[in-house]
């Protein structure tokens, strides 16, 4: 019998989120999001002169470069939760804290690791599923679309457990 191939299965979000503590300072998706789509959120020339730093239980910190520019920014307060929450989803921002300080540029992306692109399958797994499959589907067409998606999951298997 061939080796059989077991691969958790997780939550997209849980993934994401592990991802994200391990190379970011943000603990969520939801922050993150904040963080690196503030300058579609608040503009170009307001996003050079604030920075979002926190969001903890509702509460947005955002340090603004100067007086005058949290002065604007108080104004703007309403409105900016509700894109915000419209982006990130509803409930998320409560409250915007406003702090003078000095704003750094945004973070930079970590690099993804680069994955091989090509990975030999074992021609013995690749008969298995090709025989199991034809003697299971009949459909032509599903027969190959299910084939192909076999084949690419045992290519995924694979290539992260090298």
Same mark, same amino acid.
Not at 8 to 28: C, M, Q, T
Not at 85 to 109: F, K, M, Y
């Given at each position: 019998?061939?080796?059989?191939?077991?691969?958790?299965?997780?939550?997209?979000?849980?993934?994401?989120?592990?991802?994200?503590?391990?190379?970011?300072?943000?603990?969520?998706?939801?922050?993150?999001?904040?963080?690196?789509?503030?300058?579609? /959120? &608040? +503009?170009?020339?307001?996003?050079?002169?604030? !920075?979002? #730093?926190?969001?903890?239980?509702? *509460?947005?910190?955002?340090? =603004?470069?100067?007086?005058?520019?949290?002065?604007?920014?108080?104004?703007?307060?309403?409105? /900016? &939760? +509700?894109?915000?929450?419209?982006?990130?989803? !509803?409930? #998320?921002?409560?409250?915007?804290? *406003?702090?003078?300080?000095? =704003?750094?540029?945004?973070?930079?992306?970590?690099?993804?690791?680069?994955?091989?692109?090509?990975?030999?399958?074992?021609?013995?797994?690749?008969?298995?599923?090709?025989?199991?499959?034809?003697?299971?589907?009949?459909?032509?067409?599903?027969?190959?679309?299910?084939?192909?998606?076999?084949?690419?999951?045992?290519?995924?298997?694979?290539?992260?457990?090298?």
């Amino acid at each position: 019998m061939a080796a059989r191939f077991k691969a958790k299965v997780e939550r997209a979000g849980a993934v994401l989120e592990r991802w994200l503590r391990n190379h970011g300072r943000d603990r969520d998706v939801r922050s993150y999001t904040i963080r690196h789509r503030w300058a579609d /959120l &608040v +503009g170009p020339k307001l996003s050079e002169r604030t !920075q979002p #730093t926190s969001l903890r239980d509702g *509460l947005l910190t955002v340090v =603004v470069a100067s007086a005058a520019w949290l002065n604007e920014l108080s104004f703007m307060r309403g409105a /900016l &939760v +509700g894109r915000i929450n419209e982006l990130v989803g !509803q409930g #998320t921002v409560a409250a915007i804290r *406003l702090v003078a300080g000095q =704003v750094r540029p945004p973070p930079a992306a970590p690099p993804l690791e680069e994955q091989p692109a090509y990975v030999e399958l074992p021609p013995h797994e690749v008969e298995h599923i090709e025989r199991e499959v034809a003697e299971q589907v009949e459909d032509p067409e599903l027969r190959e679309a299910i084939l192909k998606a076999r084949l690419a999951q045992l290519g995924r298997v694979l290539r992260y457990t090298d």
